[in-house]
């Protein structure tokens, strides 16, 4: 193994324990000094999940490499790609998690809940069964992963008007029974795919914060960079297409 | 997709590329089949869209795995003279996988039988290098899938860790090895597809054998999970025990045979000769 994996973790904020515990598996890969872009504050991991073809693949796809294809490949299992994002002087590096929406990943990807921080729950706005389906992943994030993470609703492929069969109210409405944020998006013509992940991202920045400011026993003597100051203001969830 | 190369309307470059290459797909055995001439290709292209009967499909995807081993076969021994021009392993593999994709896309195979090449960070996260996979209609869902982890002769693979050593990886590659440091890639891929069910097969494909320098084979199964309960756990040594306990090796058109055939949790392993 490299210096880096095998770094020791010297400046880890102190965290509430379930942070903690999360940022634990991330420690051996925080490194400093390995050349520029291998310093990082914070490494979050986030999971992509909902069915099959609604999305997820093309909207990392445009996130991370500002690209898109209009060719289906379907996702064998898991697969994951690196951003790294700043917010307030602070590098968080985003660990991004694409999952395979098929039954038959189920065993592999739900291995994948435990470490995230947060999901992005897909939709497709043209396909009725795949809205029909978040509640079931919903119920796959409660189950999974640990009870801190943050979630925002996506309903995808907003480009599509002619072809739309889920209300922006209905998706909003499901959003706020469940919990979540919500925004429609769409990773053809890049549409909400950047705020989306931003809004992930200060979701799980205030809840770090809070854990900070609700334990102080964890805080003494640690710096007390707070993530959340001059958050950007509310991006419109509605797709303005 | 759904591009149909056809010889009437292609242009002529592709047309003579397209010729040659069925030339080239000659049969190492011609009893294989007695309804398959050297011509076979062409026909078979020119009848796919009935190819519905499964042994002519079963026949079109055995042809084009058996058309890329023996393409590989014939890079297997490469050696410069001189020694400084040393293709990596991977080069094996990707000469495997563009020989077999090309061929599948010319037979029009790859709506029903498709190949699925890993990305860097899955490879190293599943275990496998690609994954064939009978899709569903109209889903496109996978039904059965062979999950191929290529290996090479033990010298070469140690003489390319002992050449990349000391060379820098790039960060999501670190990660992925991070991720699944508490297993070797034997055991990545077996997980993978123990924890997919019976219906997907991890194939260990083997670029030479210690006894056979020169062919590609394979050890097949999806049961390799069974065979951790009586040893602690699944490295090399255990799956190259496969080949001694077997004298009978199946050709690829009998795997794909076998594997169509098969009731559905039934476990199986076979041993394949490639080229
Ligand atoms: N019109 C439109 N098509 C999209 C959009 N996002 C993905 N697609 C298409 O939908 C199909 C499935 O996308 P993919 O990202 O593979 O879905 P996944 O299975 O959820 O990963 C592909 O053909 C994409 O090109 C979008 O925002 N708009
Ligand atoms: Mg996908």
């Not at chain 1, 999974?144 to 925002?152: E, I, L, M, P």
């Not at chain 2, 009437?8 to 040659?20: A, E, P, V």
């Not at chain 2, 670190?174 to 991890?202: H, L, P, W």
């Not at chain 2, 050890?219 to 004298?247: M, P, Q, T």
Request: net charge neutral; with cysteine; proline share 4%.
């Amino acid at each position: 193994m490299t210096a880096l994996l095998s770094s020791p973790q010297s400046c880890l904020h102190p965290l509430r324990r379930q942070f903690e515990r999360i940022m634990a598996a991330t420690q051996d890969v925080k490194g400093k000094g390995e050349g520029g872009d291998q310093n990082f504050d914070y490494m979050f991991k986030l999971l992509i999940i909902g069915n099959s073809s609604v999305g997820k693949t093309s909207f990392l796809f445009r996130y991370a490499d500002d690209a898109f294809t209009s060719a289906f490949v379907s996702t064998v299992g898991i697969d994951f790609k690196v951003k790294t994002v700043y917010k307030n002087d602070k590098r968080i590096k985003l660990q991004i998690w694409d999952t395979a929406g098929q039954e038959r990943y189920r065993t592999i990807t739900t291995a994948y809940y435990r470490g995230a921080m947060g999901f992005i729950l897909m939709y497709d706005i043209t396909n009725e069964e795949s809205f029909g389906a978040v509640q079931d992943w919903s119920t796959q994030i409660k189950t999974y992963s640990w009870d801190n993470a943050q979630v925002v609703l996506a309903g995808n492929k907003c480009d599509m008007e002619e072809e739309r069969v889920v209300s922006v109210d209905s998706g909003r409405l499901l959003a706020e029974q469940l919990g979540f944020e919500f925004f429609e998006t769409s990773a053809k013509d890049n549409i909400n795919v950047k705020q989306t992940f931003e809004r992930l991202v200060d979701l799980i920045c205030d809840k770090m914060s809070e854990s900070l400011d609700t334990d102080p026993a964890v805080t003494t003597g640690a710096p007390t960079a707070k993530l959340t100051d001059s958050a950007p203001p509310l991006q419109q969830p509605g797709c303005n297409c | 997709m759904g591009q149909k190369i056809s010889i009437t309307n292609s242009n002529n470059t592709q047309d003579s590329r397209f010729l040659s290459f069925l030339k080239r797909f000659s049969p190492q055995k011609p009893s294989l089949d007695k309804n398959m001439s050297p011509r076979t290709g062409m026909f078979a292209k020119l009848t796919a869209p009935s190819a519905n009967k499964p042994n002519d499909f079963t026949r079109l995807i055995s042809n084009s795995i058996s058309f890329a081993s023996t393409r590989t076969k014939e890079y297997l021994l490469f050696k410069d003279p001189e020694g400084k021009f040393q293709p990596s392993l991977q080069t094996l593999t990707q000469v495997f996988l563009m020989n077999y994709i090309t061929q599948s896309v010319n037979l029009d195979l790859t709506d029903t039988f498709n190949c699925t090449a890993m990305t860097p960070e899955q490879r190293i996260l599943l275990g496998a290098d690609w994954v064939w996979a009978i899709l569903k209609k109209p889903t496109k869902n996978p039904k059965i899938q062979i999950a191929v982890q290529v290996l090479h002769l033990p010298e070469r693979e140690e003489a390319e860790e002992r050449a990349t050593a000391g060379k820098p990886i790039s960060e999501s590659i670190q990660m992925a090895q991070m991720e699944s440091r508490n297993k070797n890639m034997y055991e990545r891929i077996v997980d993978f597809c123990t924890s997919i069910g019976k219906d997907c097969y991890a194939l260990f494909l083997f670029f030479g054998k210690r006894d056979d320098k020169v062919n590609i084979y394979g050890v097949l199964s999806n049961n390799f999970e069974a065979a951790v309960g009586k040893c602690d756990k699944i490295d090399r040594a255990l799956i190259e025990n496969f080949f001694k306990g077997s004298r009978y090796f199946h050709t690829p058109f009998g795997m794909m045979q076998t594997i169509f055939t098969k009731k559905t949790e039934e476990a199986l392993t076979l041993m394949i000769k490639f080229s």
